[in-house]
């Protein structure tokens, strides 16, 4: 049996699983294609760095990871696409060790109007739109 040393492995704290999970190159089967396999904290990592231009820091606290696992996420993230976008590869996003955050921005809260912090799974607004 493997035991892992040091520090347990902290759940990622992501806004939510992505609507689309699969991008390719037009006109090129699936099974002919090699692919970059992007996780879910990797992409929350490129959404708020480089989408929503949060600074590092910012961006460690709102996943819950110290700016050092952050910055390697990232560092991860950019290469992959990279790779992927300039010798055609498939980008299939899925796994990874993550946690999907509850809003904490309710005393900031919009009111049904489009969360500032990216947050989708507000729920005031699921409770507003369930009445």
């Known amino acids: 049996m493997k035991f892992r040393k040091g520090r347990p492995k902290i759940l990622r704290l ?3 699983e992505p609507q689309f999970k699969l991008f390719k190159p037009v006109g090129i089967p699936r099974t002919d294609l090699e692919s970059e396999v992007l996780t879910f904290e990797e992409l929350e990592s490129i959404r708020l760095v480089d989408y929503l231009n949060h600074p590092h820091e910012d961006a ?3 996943m819950g990871i110290s700016r050092r696992v952050f910055w390697n996420i990232l560092k991860s993230a950019r290469k ?3 790779d992927a976008l300039i010798n055609g590869k498939m980008i299939d996003i899925g796994g990874g060790y993550y ?3 509850d809003c904490n921005y309710e005393d900031e809260c919009q009111r049904g109007k489009f969360c500032k912090y990216g947050v989708s799974n507000c729920l005031r607004l699921k409770n507003r739109d369930s009445e």
């Open 99 to 101: 946690k999907i955050r």
């Open 60 to 62: 460690a606290d709102e």
């Open 80 to 82: 992959k696409v990279a």
């Open 14 to 16: 992501i806004s939510e």
